[in-house]
């Protein structure tokens, strides 16, 4: 590792004090011996973060391991390959399915779904790959900005009061109807909004094309073909089943465990629970042609030109502005990265899906969310040191 990659975390070490009961726990790894990983690893954990789990593969063999510590205030690192809420990378999922559809002929790409969800007032413009490329100007029901940059509020989902009522129970439909209930950002097809409501969409149109929930069609389309065995789509359950990391939320001088909340606030946007080893096994098999035909595979990795954003996927080769940190040595990668209350998720793969970076950091998080510097910093430092060392 450069010097320069190490004093990126530096400013933080008083944070992590405070945090992290005594000094960060020394990074475990089953597999190979990755020295510079090893090291990036207790650096991100030493910067603020309670916990670390990241696996890195190069289609033969994988690096995992964990920095930090599992609890507040109890011995013990965080499990290697433990469970975790994955955020926003449930996009991925979904848009995955909803490809898959298409490929069946049972719904088109170009067509619109407002046929096929009757009873929300969709705009008849408003197409299946509008939804997937967060081009359908549909409000973002977590809240959205107006041009001149005044936030307009949706669900409560931060703060005190969200804590206080975070066993409350949404439903899709109610998450939807609400963001309908305010004007279109723009023109259907017409400029780029990031929107979770595109996603409870998008798993509606699932549920309605198929006639099954769709946990039973994540399970039949992806995680048992895949044997991907600790991956679950919980609904309104509160629980993170298995070993797992647990995640903090600050507020009023309070810091509140928030691991156990009902997800169902956020629903198709990003409810997700999964693990390194899963979510590896997933965007490698996507990447490499097992989840989609060639012709719907390369629709997904066409990124929108405003950003570089495909259907279901951030396409980072250089081509289209990003959002997150492109690897220094400017290798072609995708990702669909996730944050839920304490919970940061990160998803990479090369294109051909041989190489991939799964990783999940736990923190304590607050309304001013003051780890989403560090959280760059160490998304900068692990792609550098998985795509190109």
Same mark, same amino acid.
């Given at each position: 590792m450069t010097t320069a990659t190490a004093t990126k975390f530096a400013g933080t070490a008083a944070l992590a004090a405070t945090l992290l009961t005594g000094t960060a726990a020394p990074a475990r790894a089953d597999g190979i011996d990755r020295a510079e990983l090893r090291q990036v690893v207790e650096e991100i954990a030493g910067s603020g973060f309670t916990g670390v789990q990241v696996r890195v593969s190069d289609g033969r063999r994988d690096w995992a391991g964990s920095a930090g510590v599992r609890e507040l205030g109890r011995p013990g690192a965080p499990p290697v390959n433990g469970r975790f809420r994955v955020g926003s990378a449930t996009k991925t999922f979904i848009a995955t399915i909803a490809l898959q559809l298409v490929a069946e002929g049972r719904i088109g790409l170009d067509e619109p779904v407002a046929g096929h969800l009757p009873g929300y007032g969709l705009d008849e413009r408003i197409t299946l790959r509008m939804l997937l490329q967060h081009t359908s100007g549909v409000f973002n029901f977590t809240g959205d900005y107006d041009p001149d940059g005044t936030l307009v509020p949706g669900i409560v989902w931060s703060g005190g009061e969200w804590v206080r009522d975070r066993f409350k129970t949404y439903q899709p439909e109610d998450l939807v109807r609400l963001a309908l209930s305010h004007p279109l950002r723009f023109t259907p097809g017409t400029d780029w909004g990031y929107s979770n409501t595109n996603y409870v969409l998008a798993r509606l149109l699932v549920e309605e094309v198929t006639g099954r929930p769709f946990a039973a069609e994540l399970q039949r389309r992806i995680l048992r073909p895949l044997g991907m065995r600790d991956t679950t789509a919980p609904g309104t359950s509160p629980e993170i089943p298995g070993p797992h990391a647990h995640a903090y939320y600050r507020y009023d001088g309070r810091t509140v465990d928030v691991t156990r909340q009902n997800p169902s606030w956020i629903g198709g946007g990003g409810d997700m629970i999964s693990t390194t080893g899963d979510l590896r096994t997933f965007i490698s098999a996507l990447m490499s042609g097992r989840l989609l035909p060639a012709r719907l595979l390369a629709e997904m990795r066409t990124p929108n030109a405003k950003i570089g954003y495909g259907l279901g996927l951030f396409v980072q080769d250089g081509s289209t502005p990003s959002p997150f940190p492109l690897p220094a040595c400017g290798t072609p990668i995708v990702t669909h990265n996730g944050g839920v209350q304490g919970y940061a998720t *990160? *998803?990479?793969?090369? +294109? %051909?899906? %041989?190489?991939?970076?799964?990783?999940? +950091?736990?923190?304590? /998080? /607050?309304?001013?969310?003051?780890?989403?510097?560090?959280?760059?910093?160490? *998304?900068q430092a692990l792609i550098d040191e998985t795509f190109c060392a």
């Open positions: *990160m *998803m990479y793969s090369t +294109l %051909d899906g %041989d190489r991939t970076l799964t990783a999940s +950091l736990t923190y304590v /998080d /607050d309304v001013a969310q003051t780890q989403a510097g560090a959280f760059r910093e160490a *998304m």
